[in-house]
């Protein structure tokens, strides 16, 4: 049986994470070992909420069933997060190697970026005359970050030239505050440094592109310098001085570890791979790299990359637009499942949706919470094939993260993220072997957008549902339960339209008035008066089974006939009739009384433009019934 490895860290730093993971594979490519990727795309300028949905996806594994763990630190400085992790993997009783920072009882995987450092301000001293220098360092609790600045300092002061540093920026990896620096700080009239050193490649290409737009040129006025040495730096203009801190290679040294652990082994609790400070165009180093190449290269694969962008765009804009016109959660569950089906070639043959049970039931009823923490024991399938297969259960337990797997065959990379709004977990999805789309940000972009229109859904869907309730509320007869005035008002609006367009509609309106029902209000109290009303309008509504009955006044119903009941109005009424007691205008009344008077008018194509035509006609003739009632008594 295979060996499963559980590994975490945000996917911010796609390029070095996939090249690390490769190496990864690379090495235990015959040892029999799959890689459980639990990533997610939170940052340090998110609501605490967004965050904490991000990061839950954490919580997903239960670290018992798994063999051990590594934890990718140059995408996970949430120093939080990882103690739980460690915390853990110690209960789980597995061993755990740390990539880029050291933490006691780990085996420690880094590269040397305090030797690479050396070199890089060394090469800026001797090639270029560097004396001030501006660090835009990443967090102040990130090892990888303050271990270059260290280098610098160590590199000034053993050289007499501390003062060199003339400032230390942190901009919690954030491009944004880059930005927002180096604008005040050309703002500002200061001078510039000979060098800005950035403590990655993103940081140090929005460097570059702030100073252009300050009218600073790079490297004619200042040179600039970062660290990681990403493909996107190689092909920027101009491209980024930087480290290249061999991530492939620290990979495979991690790769290797493993195969000594699972071999039991010794093996080192820590393992540094060299790096290599490489010079670039906007340190003004020309002859180091042929950049122009890897430009016309990257040139050549521009269409290939436009049109797998454009396929991605259209199938997150197919997905919205399927998800957002359904009208029940079933439609949801039931057309999502028929578009994957359909069309999964972003997605794959293996790709899975589960979502938390509550989910669903969250839709009707605002009292159903989702969870903050952690997931359900048990999922519901919302999508799942793996290998081409699909899962035909409607759940599935969390537990075992992927239906279908097969713990026997080849090795493979499986990738989950979570989807939640804020700090509520919607439940999880589950991608294999997607190297190209982690290193693409492809992942993000489609975890966030599935994010985003299950939310959009699901508040529609409730909405929705509250609003047809309030609707059915508002025009709802509270006495007799019918319809009321507004309902009515609805369905003659309707009616009108019908007359307006021609389209032969036939119907008919009925008016009814129930007689004495001041006498008993007088005479017997409201509440007997309300009875009546009650048991008038159940008779009316058991002549027009069929047709809608609506309450418009206080003793006034209105029945609008179509279908059957118009076909049948004649002898529907001679029914109602016969139904009635004989008319009474003093008192005592049965207790079973009911007159009422009755007109009704049928709607005349080609003579009759608007319904209050008809209203009208039903309304003089029901006034005659009543008068012919009443006249039938001599009073």
């Not at 990864?24 to 070992?33: T, V």
């Not at 000594?260 to 790096?275: E, L, Q």
């Not at 994010?451 to 047809?468: M, P, Q, T, Y």
Request: charged share 25%; glycine share 8%; aromatic share 10%.
């Amino acid at each position: 049986m295979k060996k499963k490895i559980a590994v975490f860290t945000t996917g911010w730093c796609c390029e070095i994470l996939s090249q690390f993971l490769t190496g990864m594979q690379r090495s235990l490519e015959n040892e029999g070992a799959d890689l459980f990727l639990f990533t997610c795309y939170p940052t340090y300028v998110d609501t605490s909420a967004n965050k904490y949905g991000e990061l839950n996806i954490f919580t997903l594994p239960d670290l018992h069933d798994f063999d051990g763990v590594v934890i990718f630190g140059s995408g996970l400085d949430f120093h939080d997060e990882i103690d739980k992790i460690l915390a853990r993997s110690s209960d789980a009783g597995i061993p755990v190697m740390m990539q880029g920072q050291r933490r006691e009882g780990t085996v420690y995987i880094g590269s040397d970026n305090y030797v690479a450092t050396l070199d890089m301000c060394r090469h800026f001293q001797e090639k270029h005359d560097v004396h001030n220098i501006v660090f835009l360092a990443g967090t102040a609790d990130s090892m990888d970050s303050e271990l270059r600045l260290k280098a610098v300092r160590d590199y000034l002061e053993e050289n007499g030239r501390s003062d060199d540093l003339k400032e230390v920026f942190y901009t919690k990896w954030e491009n944004a505050a880059a930005t927002g620096y180096i604008d005040e700080y050309c703002r500002s009239g200061k001078k510039l440094p000979d060098v800005f050193i950035c403590a990655n490649d993103g940081l140090a290409m929005e460097t570059v592109i702030t100073l252009n737009k300050n009218g600073v040129k790079v490297p004619g006025d200042v040179l600039v310098a970062g660290y990681d040495f990403i493909d996107d730096s190689q092909i920027f203009d101009p491209s980024i001085a930087s480290v290249d801190q061999c991530f492939t290679q620290m990979g495979e040294a991690c790769g290797d570890l493993w195969k000594d652990v699972f071999a039991g082994k010794k093996y080192n609790d820590s393992v540094i791979v060299p790096c290599q400070f490489v010079p670039g165009e906007s340190c003004n180093c020309y002859e180091f790299r042929d950049s122009d190449k890897i430009r016309r290269r990257n040139g050549r694969e521009a269409h290939t990359k436009r049109a797998e962008n454009t396929y991605f765009n259209r199938k997150l804009n197919l997905i919205d637009s399927t998800v957002l016109s359904c009208l029940t959660y079933k439609e949801f569950t039931g057309k999502l499942n028929e578009l994957l089906t359909e069309n999964h070639t972003f997605e794959g043959d293996s790709f899975h949706i589960l979502l938390d049970p509550n989910f669903g039931l969250s839709i009707n009823d605002p009292n159903i919470r989702l969870r903050k923490n952690g997931y359900a024991s048990r999922m519901e399938v919302i999508y799942s094939t793996e290998d081409g297969v699909k899962y035909s259960e409607e759940e599935f337990s969390s537990s075992g993260l992927i239906p279908g797997y097969d713990p026997m065959s080849e090795n493979h990379l499986y990738t989950f993220l979570p989807l939640h709004e804020g700090d509520e977990s919607f439940g999880y999805i589950v991608f294999k072997d997607c190297m190209s789309l982690i290193y693409n940000h492809f992942l993000q972009t489609y975890q966030s957008r599935m994010g985003l229109v299950f939310d959009k859904f699901r508040h529609a869907l409730s909405l929705d549902l509250i609003n047809k309730r309030l609707l059915e509320v508002m025009k709802r007869d509270p006495l007799t339960n019918v319809n009321n005035r507004m309902a009515y008002e609805d369905k003659e609006t309707f009616l009108q339209s019908e007359i307006n367009s021609g389209s032969g509609v036939e119907f008919a309106i009925a008016m009814f008035d129930v007689n004495n029902l001041k006498l008993i209000n007088d005479s017997k109290g409201h509440d007997a008066g309300d009875e009546y009303l009650i048991r008038s309008c159940r008779l009316i509504c058991n002549v027009f089974k069929r047709s809608p009955v609506y309450r418009v006044g206080g003793d006034e119903f209105i029945v609008v006939l179509s279908g059957e009941d118009y076909e049948n109005r004649d002898v529907l009424m001679e029914k109602l009739k016969n139904r009635m007691s004989p008319y009474k205008a003093d008192l005592p009344l049965p207790d079973d009384y009911i007159s009422i008077a009755t007109g009704f008018a049928e709607y005349i194509h080609g003579e009759d433009t608007s319904v209050l035509d008809i209203t009208r006609r039903a309304d003089e003739r029901m006034y005659k019934n009543k008068a012919e009632i009443k006249g039938k008594t001599g009073r």
